[in-house]
């Protein structure tokens, strides 16, 4: 259908339609959808989350699970996994199963993807965002976009916007100013809707200079409507509006809440009465209703397409493999040391090291074999992570842990032993779990909570420090019995989690402690860290190999057992800096300790690396930084401009190892001389080239103008300065050895 023929079809039903009928369509009649129309044919909207997967099923005015076994579903892996692979291709691939399950599940919107900039370490839902940087979010954002809505369904990118923080979430006054406003928090989301066509956006819970998002006129009429051109649906945060004068007046489509008193949403009975009062024009309603009806159109929930609107599917096999290619090039090597006399690497263990070794009789003959003897310790080696983070759990299908991915892979011929090593307190009951997660986890109340010690606080305690102390023991006693020692340790879901930042940037569980003594036991230790945001490392120096991996989807354990033993080559990046310590970074440095009430973004655009490069503050692990199994060389670096003023560079990129891999080019641009501050450098291109060994491919990477502008705050525009600017060419942030200038 054209456009003017879906315009004249809208603006039949709307004209068709009462108020009462009017207001359906933009509020929530269910937890996860509205009312349609019946009359008229026009059905709800369905909505579920998220990022990592199609949520499970809960009843409309209940959150309680419904607890069928309908709804298990591929587990995606998370957006922080998706962006270490810096691969747009497999963003595409997740956004395209995403999708297909969601319409699989019959949804019509899939709350996703998340892409608030990761301004601080410490955000409980950095796990479900990709990146510090808006260039590196954008370019998977679009295509993972792209690949959802390919499928009828509709993605609802998130949360629009300034929403970095979990602490005081649903109040806190957010104050950006101008220039880091459009150079940093804004880019993603523009990408999102403009190239990335995301029928829908979500508006964050919190507030904007002074205005919540779901009524703040500067952020969803003036950027997203005048001057983006957003004809898509607004969809608000659950429980995020706030007045209905101030929703209905501004482009706001539709009221998404936590409550179950529907006709009591801002939208709905307040509205209709507003409006027959005459305090609220009956336009505002009808501008609504066209939003919501253009997206069901491009949905084909409407319309002569309807009949063939895709049926998607869930937990097809081939989602399996998608999630296991992401996952495979999500995991970072961040050491791989030589270790031992013979000054071998301990990645990856190889077939010969884990090979049984004979036992000879005294006449030579062999008697039988010695196993090769893995020990590995950490409850993330046995934690299933799907099913926690809050909205952004799910019900997955099966999660293949770290511990179950190394037997699947290595059978009966090596012997594997566990032991869980650190204690993790565990709430009393499982719908505890399920509905409470919004409290703190029993760790963090019981061990680090300043509210006054109690009985039971201290009687937990002591059981904490019981448990941790028996298991310690367990593990050390275990690590010396091993060939191979593996810890696989970090976070996970009662630190990774939505409504929560962490308090600092330490491991929880006193793993510091273990972690430093079985490198004293076992200098060869190979250390795994799982989770969705930065944590200290305070043994990395003595660790020869440390691995991460963020929350990787149903294939984890394969994909981590693949990269242990040398049959996947690791390719990731990592999409953000590791500081050392939380001292060092820019909101510490801020003076916000758990802001509440209002927040201000002093440090303006310099955050994640643009701070730390700055400062000359040096990381624990870099932006952009990932090892590899082979080795990689990049040369020949040349700046190539076309006719049509657009440049490229090109490079030739060899692998000069012998195994095959992938490594990322990037591309970085810096304006020494400027009329404002500029970053020391930022991310304007990339591209991840696969080799075989020994092969060479020259590479092309189009420019793009990231780093040649800057927002000139007067001019309200995006502005070039002429001169002189550098485009350094390397495999991560802190590895740019070739430089070329390109004048302008
Ligand atoms: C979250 C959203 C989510 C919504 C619906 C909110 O608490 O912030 O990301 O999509 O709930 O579950």
Redesign the pocket.
């Given at each position: 259908m054209n456009r003017k023929d879906q315009k004249e079809q809208i603006e039949a039903l709307l004209k068709q339609m009462t108020l009462e009928e009017k207001t359906d369509l933009i509020h929530g009649s269910g937890?996860?959808r509205t009312k349609g129309v019946e009359r008229l044919g026009i059905p709800g909207v369905v909505?579920s989350?998220?990022p990592m997967g199609v949520?499970m099923q809960f009843p409309d005015d209940s959150w309680v699970p419904v607890g069928d076994s309908d709804d298990y579903v591929t587990y995606n892996p998370s957006n922080s996994a998706l962006a270490a692979t810096w691969n747009p291709e497999l963003a595409y691939e997740s956004g395209k199963v995403l999708g297909e399950e969601a319409r699989g599940r019959g949804k019509d919107v899939i709350?996703?993807p998340?892409i608030n900039i990761k301004r601080d370490p410490r955000c409980g839902?950095n796990f479900?965002y990709m990146s510090e940087d808006p260039y590196l979010n954008g370019t998977l954002a679009v295509p993972f976009i792209k690949g959802v809505q390919e499928c009828d369904v509709a993605a609802?990118v998130?949360?629009f916007a300034v929403n970095n923080q979990e602490t005081d979430?649903l109040a806190i006054d957010t104050y950006v100013d101008e220039r880091a406003l459009r150079e940093i928090y804004l880019p993603a989301f523009k990408a999102a809707v403009q190239e990335g066509g995301s029928y829908s956006i979500?508006n964050?819970?919190n507030q904007f200079r002074g205005h919540f998002c779901s009524e703040s006129k500067e952020l969803l009429d003036d950027i997203l409507r005048d001057e983006w051109k957003y004809d898509g649906a607004v969809i608000s945060?659950?429980?995020?509006t706030h007045s209905t004068k101030g929703v209905a007046e501004c482009s706001m489509d539709m009221e998404?809440s936590?409550t179950t008193d529907f006709d009591a949403y801002y939208l709905a009975n307040p509205l209709r009465e507003a409006v027959r009062k005459g305090e609220i024009s009956e336009a505002c309603v009808d501008a609504k209703v066209r939003n919501i009806l253009r997206m069901m159109f491009r949905l084909k929930m409407l319309g002569e397409q309807a009949p063939n609107r895709k049926q998607g599917a869930y937990n097809a096999p081939e989602h399996r493999q998608s999630t296991y290619q992401v996952a495979k090039e999500s995991i970072v090597l961040l050491k791989n040391e030589p270790a031992g006399t013979a000054g071998e690497r301990l990645l990856p263990l190889t077939a010969e090291t884990l090979a049984m070794k004979p036992i000879m009789g005294n006449d030579g003959s062999v008697i039988s074999v010695k196993k090769h003897r893995i020990v590995v310790i950490g409850d993330n080696a046995e934690r299933i992570h799907a099913a926690g983070g809050?909205?952004?759990e799910i019900k997955a299908l099966y999660e293949i842990s770290p511990l179950l991915g190394l037997k699947m892979a290595l059978g009966g011929n090596v012997d594997i032993a566990y032991a869980p090593g650190y204690y993790v307190p565990e709430p009393k009951t499982k719908v505890e779990d399920l509905v409470n997660w919004q409290e703190k986890s029993l760790e963090q109340r019981v061990m680090s909570d300043d509210t006054p010690d109690t009985e039971e606080k201290k009687a937990l305690r002591r059981e904490i420090e019981a448990n941790r102390a028996k298991l310690r023991k367990e593990a050390c006693e275990l690590a010396q019995t091993a060939d191979t020692v593996i810890f696989v340790g970090g976070l996970n879901h009662y630190y990774d989690i939505?409504?929560r930042d962490r308090a600092d940037m330490k491991l929880p569980y006193a793993q510091d402690e273990l972690i430093a003594e079985l490198l004293k036991i076992r200098p060869d230790t190979i250390v795994v860290m799982v989770g969705g945001s930065p944590v200290e490392m305070p043994w990395a120096a003595q660790a020869k190999a440390l691995v991460w991996c963020y929350y990787s989807g149903m294939e984890t354990g394969n994909a981590l057992a693949d990269v242990l033993l040398g049959r996947v080559n690791p390719s990731a990046k990592l999409p953000e800096t590791f500081p050392v310590a939380y001292t060092d970074t820019v909101t510490y440095k801020n003076g916000e300790f758990g802001n509440e009430g209002r927040v201000e973004y002093k440090e303006g655009i310099f955050v994640g690396y643009r701070y730390y490069e700055k400062e000359g503050i040096k990381p624990a692990f870099p932006f952009g930084y990932g090892l590899s199994y082979t080795q990689f060389s990049i040369e020949d670096l040349q700046v190539l401009s076309a006719p049509d003023a657009s440049w490229a560079i090109t490079v030739n990129v060899k692998n000069t190892g012998n195994m095959a891999g992938a490594e990322v080019v990037q591309c970085y641009i810096s304006d020494p001389v400027c009329s404002v501050e500029r970053p020391v450098k930022e991310l304007n291109a990339y591209q991840k080239v696969f080799l075989q060994p020994g092969e060479e491919k020259q590479v092309t990477i189009p420019l793009t103008e990231r780093g040649f502008v800057y927002y000139d705050v007067e001019r309200k525009a995006f502005v070039t300065e002429p001169g002189e600017y550098v485009v350094s060419v390397g495999n991560a942030s802190d590895n740019c050895l070739l430089q070329e200038c390109i004048v302008l």
């Open positions: 937890f996860f909505s989350d998220g949520r709350l996703a998340g839902r479900e609802c998130k949360h979430r979500m964050a819970y945060d659950w429980g995020s998404m936590i809050g909205s952004a939505e409504s």
